[in-house]
Nanobody, 124 residues
Framework: QVQLVESGGGLVQAGDSLRLSCAAS????????MGWFRQAPGKERECVAA????????DYADSVKGRFTISRDNAKNTVYLRMNGLKPEDTAVYYC????WGIGTCFMGSYKYWGQGTQVTVSS
């Protein structure tokens, strides 16, 4: 199985940017589609963005389109989430997840492997 470790979260002000990273280990990274999900207090976990094995296909939640960018570096076994124009409603714990042989969609049920999460807090 694959192990995932997120990093890059923090406390920022509205309008700021952050880049989250998720380092994978244990299996061939390029066999996995990857996704970023988030969960705010009292809310269900939701998909933010997903990417297929090559990086050529991506999927985004409507709420982040045009502000967030998912990318991956298979040579570094890492997936990234660049977040621009952050809003207070983006405050959540952000998780990365891996989908073996997946096509890179926001269907949460496809993702079997999850990281522990990193907190992102956006102040107004």
């Amino acid at each position: 199985q694959v192990q995932l470790v997120e990093s890059g979260g923090g406390l920022v002000q509205a309008g700021d940017s952050l880049r989250l990273s998720c380092a994978a280990s244990g299996r061939t990274f390029s066999n996995y589609a990857m996704g970023w999900f988030r969960q705010a207090p009292g809310k269900e976990r939701e998909c933010v963005a997903a990417i297929n094995w090559s990086g050529m296909s991506t999927d985004y939640a409507d709420s982040v389109k045009g502000r967030f960018t998912i990318s991956r570096d298979n040579a570094k076994n890492t997936v990234y989430l660049r977040m621009n124009g952050l809003k207070p409603e983006d405050t959540a714990v952000y998780y990365c997840a891996a989908d073996l042989w997946g096509i890179g969609t926001c269907f949460m049920g496809s993702y079997k492997y999850w990281g522990q999460g990193t907190q992102v807090t956006v102040s107004s």
